[in-house]
């Protein structure tokens, strides 16, 4: 196969798959496919729930596939619309459940659906994180079982992780160096240069599937340990009433210092991709106890700062059960409204069961999808407060009218992401 004659479903229309989508489309024929009918409606309005999107981008795509039919992005659910495309790119999530596990469903059951479809000839493309050897092991296995096709005989892989950063309007899709590889020589350069055509940043060529597939277990994995690191810090400097900024700060005069900075690690990616690598550690016989110890802590970081926020406020003699608390956000980073595996839910459900009545305000976050996800309820307006935690760094917060939440002089203010003016916060992680 060659580029130009690429024609290319991308499976998936999330944080990921969009912008892929829009990108190819304007120099392919591109159909973005996603078993949500509500998510298509959407899309084809020219409307982007994830803010993800350039939306005159996607307007410029969609108008180029209404003008030809060898170039430019259309929608469906309807799979009978993916045979006539020769490259699918799979964009799936990639969860862990509730036993931090890798949830492989939705990466299967794209297999599964596409290996009722492919013809002899195409390439199937996962961006999907997922641990070495995932592709051939457990997703090739599935397209050959349906397709009744033979691997690297008839049909063809590659791997290039998904680099996306949600929120981020500068570091975009096009930005950022791409990861790529083939299951054969050819087929990796074909890959490559799929990619090259969209990427301005460039692309770089891996030997083989599985290195592909470890580089990005290895990239996440790597700022998770990096960030406990300075949360184990924000730990022990609690302790002795230093504040961890201050030491960062000092001991980032020196050059080669990482200047890390404490925080609730949560997010689809870096939350989430090293108990993948943990799964394929443990399957070979290895207990991986840097990256597992990395994962302990953060994870209990949320525990952490709603116990401080407890303790702070019975050192000033605020009663704890039935007190009022504002957490002044949700999602799992600033500006942007991807609630996946967000931490501050830990922080809530931590003050919740020491008794207290918490409200979230999040100008970012969508009502309905918290309530959804984790049970949660946003206000709209919020009142007066015994407690104000600032969860995330959205704009609206930078600077926020901290008098006007306070019930009382009294009141704990918490600066998690330590945004705040410290003369006005009586703690900071």
């Not at 999330?14 to 998510?39: C, H, M, S, T, W």
């Not at 794209?110 to 092991?137: F, N, R, W």
């Not at 790529?180 to 030997?207: F, M, N, R």
């Amino acid at each position: 196969m060659n580029v130009e004659s690429s024609k290319i479903a991308i499976i998936g229309l999330g944080y990921v798959g969009l912008p892929l989508a829009i990108e190819f489309g304007k120099k392919y024929k591109v159909l973005g496919f996603d078993i949500n009918q509500a998510r298509i409606e959407e899309l084809k309005s020219g409307r982007d729930r994830t803010n993800e999107a350039d939306l005159e981008r996607l307007q410029f795509a969609m108008n180029l596939a209404n003008e030809s039919d060898k170039v430019g992005l259309k929608f469906s659910s309807k799979v009978e619309d993916l045979n006539s495309y020769n490259v699918y790119i799979v964009t799936v999530p990639t969860p862990i459940d509730k036993f931090k596990a890798p949830d492989l469903t939705p990466l299967l059951q794209a297999s599964q659906m596409l290996g009722k479809v492919i013809a002899k000839g195409d390439i199937v493309i996962y961006e999907s994180t997922v641990y070495p050897g995932c592709t051939e092991e457990d997703c090739v296995p599935v397209l050959e079982k349906h397709s009744n096709l033979k691997f690297n005989q008839d049909f063809y892989c590659g791997y290039s992780p998904e680099r996306i950063n949600p929120g981020d309007k500068v570091n975009t899709l096009t930005k950022i160096k791409k990861v790529t590889s083939g299951s054969t020589p050819e087929i990796a350069e074909v890959v490559d240069q799929l990619y090259k055509s969209i990427i301005t940043a460039g692309t770089h060529k891996a030997p083989s599937l599985k290195v592909a597939e470890a580089s990005k277990a290895i990239e996440n994995a790597q700022r998770d340990v990096n960030i406990s690191f300075v949360n184990e810090l924000a730990l022990i400097f609690d302790r002795m009433g230093v504040d961890t900024y201050d030491v960062l700060e000092a001991a980032g005069t020196k050059w080669n210092f990482l200047k890390y900075r404490p925080g609730l690690v949560g997010g689809h990616c870096i939350g989430v991709d090293p108990y993948y690598l943990v799964h394929k550690a443990e399957s070979l016989g290895y207990n991986p106890q840097v990256i597992l110890s990395g994962r302990r802590v953060n994870d209990n970081m949320g525990l952490f700062v709603a116990n401080k926020v407890v303790k702070l406020m019975i050192q000033k003699g605020i009663t704890i059960k039935g007190a009022r608390a504002l957490l002044l956000g949700v999602t799992f980073k600033e500006n942007c409204p991807d609630i996946r595996n967000s931490k501050v839910v830990d922080v809530h459900n931590e003050l919740i069961q020491f008794g207290l009545d918490v409200d979230v305000y999040d100008p970012h976050a969508d009502s309905k999808e918290l309530s959804n996800e984790y049970g949660i309820s946003l206000v709209t307006n919020p009142i007066k407060y015994d407690a104000v935690i600032l969860a995330v760094a959205h704009d609206e917060f930078v600077n926020i009218n901290l008098r006007e939440l306070k019930n009382s002089e009294n009141c704990v203010v918490f600066d998690i992401k330590a945004i705040l003016d410290r003369n006005q916060i009586d703690g900071r992680l």
